[in-house]
């Protein structure tokens, strides 16, 4: 597994523990990380490019590609964000070495997997670790960067589903927010030096409503669409468990 799932972002560390979830019972599995690179130089069956965050253009260099090149069956389950500064020249070296690539949102197959039989739109998967709840508090909350300081997960999700309304600034937070707020609200996040959207909040808004909002105001949550979402995406990762388990076997 190679992913950044060793960083306190909310999102990498559910995704650590969704993609073990999934595995067949005898998967042996070693989890390697972008930054620093801790991937071993030993052979192994399947590589799994992703945990349901996002590839993006540093990412993707000759080391990645060597890795690549030397396992036999690859699977991609990941999105994009900071689009105008990935060349889909790049993404397409590894695309091209993928058996499959489960794309995050719809408009990541169709910026960069038409014409290409081995790309699907599984969803934002982390919304599994979020069941359906009811909010208890009548207040926002305002989620940045803290979210990084790694708090436990289980704390993290109970928190952000007791209030009623919930702004951030984090894409995976805003998702969690989802499944039980009545009102949220969301920022992009920029590329600090050059203010480059990412357009994640973007892709997720119009998979689940189709449809954008306006930053920085609270609008109602859809909970029907919520759940229905919710469903699709579950039966996209039965498709993904049966996947694993073929080329593991």
């Known amino acids: 597994m190679l992913s950044y799932a060793n960083v306190g972002n909310f999102g990498d560390r559910l995704g650590y523990h969704l993609i073990n979830s999934v595995l067949p019972p005898n998967a042996v599995v070693t989890h390697g990380f972008f930054k620093p690179w801790t991937v071993p130089d030993d052979d192994f069956d399947l590589l799994v490019l992703g945990i349901g965050n996002s590839l993006f253009s540093p990412l993707i260099n000759d080391r990645l590609l060597a890795l690549m090149d030397r396992i036999p069956r690859k699977i991609g389950i990941f999105g994009t964000q900071y689009r105008a500064a990935l060349p889909s020249q790049s993404l397409a070296l590894v695309l091209d070495r993928l058996d499959h690539w489960f794309a995050r949102y719809e408009e990541d197959v169709l910026l960069y997997g038409r014409g290409r039989n081995n790309v699907s739109h599984l969803g934002d998967w982390l919304i599994h670790a979020c069941p359906m709840a009811n909010n208890s508090l009548d207040k926002t909350l305002t989620i940045g960067k803290e979210i990084w300081n790694e708090y ?44 480059i959207v990412s357009d994640k909040f973007r892709s997720l808004l119009i998979d689940v409503f189709g449809r954008v909002f306006p930053e920085d105001q609270l609008w109602v949550v859809d909970r029907v669409a919520v759940m229905n979402y919710k469903a699709k995406v579950a039966a996209n990762v039965h498709q993904l468990e049966r996947r694993l388990e073929e080329a593991l076997r």
Do not use: F, W
């Open 152 to 195: 436990p997960l289980d704390r993290v999700i109970q928190t952000i589903q007791s209030y009623r309304r919930v702004h951030s600034t984090r894409l995976h937070p805003l998702l969690c927010a989802l499944t039980s707020a009545e009102k949220v609200a969301y920022r992009e996040q920029r590329e600090n030096t050059q203010k």
